[in-house]
């Protein structure tokens, strides 16, 4: 065992705030660390100190590994804990902090490096024996056509470093495949500095199924209930809930056990993820990938379970032994989560980020209602990162109550003149196909016609229009009253020599 | 009557006030609110209805951002249609459709270009996104050079269509 008395936490917005929230709980001190653009930034005011690293690039400050090992050193930290995304999964930082002398907070850094390629990955399935999508790499483009072809169209062009649809194509015609391979290198390199992309076959109706788990040093693992997360635009998640509607508790079951038999075929430790996809159609799961890193969803199963993720990482890190065993954690699991990813984006506009100052801020509270947030009135999203806001998280008896719930924090969830994609999430929550647990990953296309544009009726047009006037009537009383104030010191400065 | 622009609907309505109670006539429906201030929030009493409505409220110069119940409500004074004459433009011109970095810049001025070509490449939160010419012509002027930071519908490349 070994003891950690100070942390770096190499992030920024809502994942700082919420690792340093975990920090102070244990007493364990919190170091931030912050680019140019950032230094007005909220995830700054929770450090017990932070420092400055470099230009509002990510490459330069948030990805610079040399600069952030530094601060590490200077601030005597003895860990540092990456988040999820910029260097959470960058195995070649993980050996770096280590040959530091630092604590990593993740997986083992050789593990992150077979898991991080997902070509590597799915040979690790294979060897656990759990099913992976059919598929396979790209040595040059007339054997990525045969396999294509072999596959059948639409197939999915993949990088082998992704995460978050980045580097992430699909491709309906053999034409169009060369240009896409091409493309999705190219972000690929600029995401996660590594071209390498592979082909995988596309399944209609698909289910994005992950468990969470935990593995400490001395093999214990714990895994929890699945989270459902096939809500997504642009391959890119924004609800999830747990436990699914689409999967019963015996297939859970099923999954969770095979997610821990990959971790730990994989010599995995810390917490992690392991994401499938599930055919509905077919009641088949596949291995998709393993997320090395603490993942922008984990407060769905926390809210379920009563767990704290990022408490039981630093416990894993300091070499204890995980103090419960699965039956506990079983009898814990109660209710249901959901989690909305709160983006800055424009859902009537193609999902047109909508960058800017937030003018105005107001966060819905209650018992059951969960924000983790990066920002506050007056904070600006930036063109350099992701245009992540917050999550709102709700937490209910069951499955109906939680939608309930959830939408009634939207709808207290008011943000301007920065535009969300809250409306469209107000649409999904009450949806009728989302309501009855009906929806696999293609629900935001296949009912864009009911989720989008749609403007209603108001029921208060009236108290609108009064308000408007109501203001109008306010801004011009207040300038009279500035110019007759303006008066006043006058009259102060006279009295005062009169008495 | 006068007018006001709700959710992008233009209404007409008759109102007068008197110190914070005002007088709506809405569709012949006839209303009176009392206006009461809390900080960002305002509550609004319909004493004949017995009705009370708490709005939160944002005031950006023209426009006024308000809450209530599980709607959000954007409420500004009419707006001249102007759209008309971009539409006529966009078949030459490619703008910048989100904030972004120009990655790449794949022709250069006079260069021959032909429809679906990419034009462009701008990357914008880490995704790229090709921007593409929706006619055949050549490159008349480019606005922009690689790395440069680009807002919302700016002006990126002309291309002369040649009729």
């Not at chain 1, 990525?144 to 995460?163: F, N, R, V």
């Not at chain 2, 209530?68 to 703008?95: C, F, P, T």
Request: with cysteine.
């Amino acid at each position: 065992m070994r003891k950690i008395k100070k942390v770096l936490v190499a992030n920024r917005g809502e994942i700082a705030i919420r690792i340093m929230k975990t920090l102070k709980l244990l007493g364990i001190g919190a170091v931030g660390v912050y680019s140019e653009a950032d230094k007005l930034s909220k995830h700054i005011s929770y450090a017990d100190e932070a420092y400055h690293i470099g230009e509002p690039e990510a490459l330069k400050s948030y990805l610079n590994m040399e600069r952030i090992i530094d601060v590490a050193k200077k601030a005597n930290c003895d860990a540092i804990h990456p988040g999820y995304g910029f260097l959470a999964e960058n195995h070649i930082f993980a050996k770096m902090v280590e040959d530091n002398g630092l604590i990593w907070v993740g997986p083992p850094h050789d593990c992150m490096r077979n898991l991080g390629d997902k070509i590597n990955s799915r040979i690790i399935a294979q060897k656990a024996n759990i099913p992976t999508t059919p598929g396979g790499t790209i040595e040059d483009l007339d054997k990525a056509h045969e396999l294509a072809d072999k596959l059948g169209y639409p197939i999915l062009i993949k990088a082998s470093a992704g995460g978050g649809g980045k580097g992430m194509r699909i491709v309906h015609d053999s034409k169009d495949l060369e240009e896409s391979i091409k493309i999705a290198r190219k972000e690929a390199q600029a995401a996660f500095s590594d071209p390498t992309v592979y082909i995988e076959k596309y399944i209609e109706d698909a289910h994005h199924i992950e468990i969470q788990f935990l593995l400490d040093k001395f093999g214990n693992g714990l895994y929890f209930p699945e989270r459902e997360c096939s809500v997504q635009r642009r391959y890119q998640k924004i609800i999830e809930e747990s436990p699914s509607p689409t999967i019963d508790r015996h297939t859970a079951q099923e999954i969770g056990q095979a997610a821990i038999l990959i971790a730990k075929t994989a010599g995995y430790y810390s917490a992690g993820t392991v994401e499938f996809i599930y055919d509905k159609k077919e009641k088949k799961y596949y291995f998709l990938e393993v997320n090395a890193r603490i993942q922008v969803e984990h407060p769905v199963t926390e809210e379920i379970s009563g767990v704290d993720l990022v408490a039981l990482q630093i416990d894993i890190a300091e070499e204890k032994p995980l103090e419960i065993s699965q039956n506990e954690l079983n009898l814990r699991i109660n209710g249901h989560a959901i989690e909305s990813r709160i983006y800055a984006e424009d859902p009537d506009n193609n999902f047109m980020p909508s960058i800017g100052k937030i003018e105005h801020y107001r966060e819905p509270t209650g018992n059951g209602i969960r924000v983790d947030s990066g920002f506050f009135k007056g904070s600006e999203v930036l063109i350099h990162y992701d245009p992540l806001i917050a999550k709102l998280i709700v937490k209910a008896p069951n499955r109906t109550m939680a939608i309930r719930k959830m939408y009634a924090a939207l709808s207290d969830y008011h943000i301007a003149p920065v535009k969300t994609i809250i409306p469209l999430l107000k649409n999904i929550f009450q949806h009728e196909k989302f309501v009855n647990g009906d929806y696999n990953t293609r629900f935001i296309e296949t009912y864009a016609a009911d989720l989008f544009n749609t403007k209603k009726d108001s029921k208060y047009v009236s108290e609108a229009i009064v308000m408007f006037n109501y203001l109008k009537h306010k801004k011009h009383q207040a300038e009279v009253d500035e110019y007759s104030q303006s008066l006043q010191p006058y009259w102060d400065t006279i009295g005062y020599w009169r008495g | 009557m006068e007018k006001l622009q709700v959710n992008g609907n233009i209404v007409e309505y008759e109102i007068s006030s008197k110190e914070n109670e005002f007088t709506i006539t809405l569709n012949a429906e006839k209303n009176t609110y009392s206006v009461f201030a809390y900080g960002d929030e305002y509550l609004l009493f319909n004493a004949e209805e017995n009705k009370f409505q708490v709005l939160d409220v944002y005031r950006d110069k023209n426009k006024v951002f308000l809450w209530a119940g599980d709607e959000e409500l954007l409420v500004e004074e009419e707006q001249e249609d102007i759209s008309a004459e971009n539409v006529e433009l966009s078949e030459n011109i490619i703008k910048s459709p989100m904030p972004g970095i120009i990655k790449e810049i794949k022709f250069e001025e006079g260069d021959m270009v032909k429809k679906g070509n990419t034009i462009i490449v701008l990357e914008s939160m880490k995704v790229l996104n090709e921007l593409k010419s929706s006619i055949d012509g050549v490159i008349k002027k480019i606005h922009v050079s690689v790395n440069a930071q680009v807002g919302p519908l700016e002006l990126l490349v002309e291309i002369d269509g040649g009729e």
